[in-house]
């Protein structure tokens, strides 16, 4: 009886054992491969190892102030360009690039595998091979953040009229540049583009940057007819953004959305939709586009704002921060980088900066559209 005891004790402790061994070596595995893909020494995409994917899904990456730069889908696919991209940021300050993977129009920018992009023929892939470029990026240590325009996109209304704006006098509503687009209310159109952002986010993107995520602008208004029932465009855009939440908030990577300038400043919608306060509690990074060449003559006294870029951001910056006090969201505003209203050299650059990190210690992005981009006004 006493040595059947023994063995049995025996046993039990052997197999506690291996249990504790296998273990182990599965820990193991997943800190050796998730390192390997943080050091570059794989090959292949962080996303083709099943264990480091297992951790990523439960992972961000870590919070840093983003310096980054905008660049349309032909600069990121354009090798050379990218290298002086790339050698700009290990030069100075910056540490990140904002790339396009569906723009303006309605286009999807990279090969996607989204069938219901395929099957309309959204897809214009301008490129090359994203994944790709994505590991190289981080490589690098780059922060990667993928732009995506939402409700301003022509070729999904043309395509799918029963998801569009439609005309007070018959057929889709179109902008003053004829551009038409899809309604903020409508749930396929949600669905749709957070699709898109899963794909962009499973190629390894450090974060989704939303953009026209509002109700139109320009041309005419009256002619609008708004499918929003009981709510306003404010409800509607708040509702949107805790969607995004909801389908996005466990995803690898952090959620960003661009707003006008103004919203740091007036908090009555703008007729678009757009309030801080319908997105501080549901995304992670809000980004006022604050160029001073867009504020209107007469603005806080100046004829021309342009040629105030420190006076214009301090104004906005100081006015809306209350509303980021205690909520999930922080403010990363575009910065200008380009000649309008004023020539946007290396002092006022640095001014819009420098006002920025006085209040925000998440970062700023740079825009440019023509993507053309110096040192001037970066630090080393």
């Known amino acids: 009886m006493y040595h059947r005891t023994y063995t049995l004790i025996l046993v039990i402790i052997g197999v506690i054992a291996a249990l504790f061994m296998i273990f182990a070596w599965k820990t193991t595995v997943v800190s050796l491969e998730a390192q390997a893909a943080v050091d570059g020494a794989n090959d292949g995409p962080v996303s083709e190892y099943p264990l480091v994917r297992m951790r990523q899904k439960k992972m961000k990456p870590a919070r840093i102030a983003v310096k980054g730069v905008y660049l349309t889908a032909y600069s990121a696919g354009n090798s050379k360009k990218m290298d002086e991209i790339i050698k700009l ?4 300050e910056l540490n990140a690039v904002v790339i396009d993977i569906k723009d303006y129009s309605g286009k999807i ?3 996607s595998k989204n069938t219901q992009a395929q099957d309309l023929k959204l897809i214009d892939n301008r490129v090359g091979d994203l994944r790709a470029l994505v590991l190289k ?8 953040i993928a732009r995506q325009t939402v409700f301003q996109d022509p070729i999904l209304a043309e395509k799918k009229p029963e998801w569009a704006l439609k005309s007070v006098s018959g057929g889709l509503w179109r902008d003053n540049k004829g551009l038409a687009w899809v309604n903020p209310n409508n749930q396929a159109v949600w669905d749709y583009n957070v699709a898109i952002a899963k794909e962009a986010i499973g190629l390894g993107f450090d974060e ?3 953009d026209y995520v509002r109700f139109p602008s320009d041309g005419v208004m009256r002619n609008i007819v708004y499918a929003n029932g009981d709510k306003t465009r404010e409800e509607v855009m708040g509702e949107f953004f805790k969607y995004l939440r909801t389908e996005l908030g466990r995803e690898p990577a952090w959620l960003s959305i661009d707003m006008f300038g103004f919203v740091m400043e007036r908090h009555d919608g703008m007729s678009i939709g757009q ?14 586009m604050m160029y001073p060449s867009h504020y209107p003559s007469g603005h806080l006294g100046l004829v021309n704002p342009a040629a105030y870029p420190r006076e214009v951001f301090e104004n906005g910056m100081k006015k809306g921060l ?14 200008q ?17 420098d006002i920025v990190e006085k209040y925000s210690d998440a970062g700023w992005l740079m825009w440019n559209a ?8 970066l630090n080393k």
């Open 275 to 288: 309030r801080l306060e319908d997105a501080v509690d549901s995304i992670d990074y809000i980004c006022p």
């Open 337 to 353: 980088a380009f000649n309008m209203g004023a020539v946007y050299d290396a002092e006022k650059i640095r001014a819009q900066i």
């Open 370 to 377: 023509a993507n053309r981009y110096t040192g001037a006004g």
């Open 89 to 92: 940021i290990d030069d100075t």
């Open 137 to 144: 990026l981080k490589k690098h240590g780059i922060y990667t």
């Open 322 to 335: 209350p509303y980021f006090e205690g909520k999930r969201a922080s403010v990363r505003p575009w910065i």
């Open 109 to 111: 920018l990279f090969a």
């Open 208 to 210: 989704i940057n939303f």
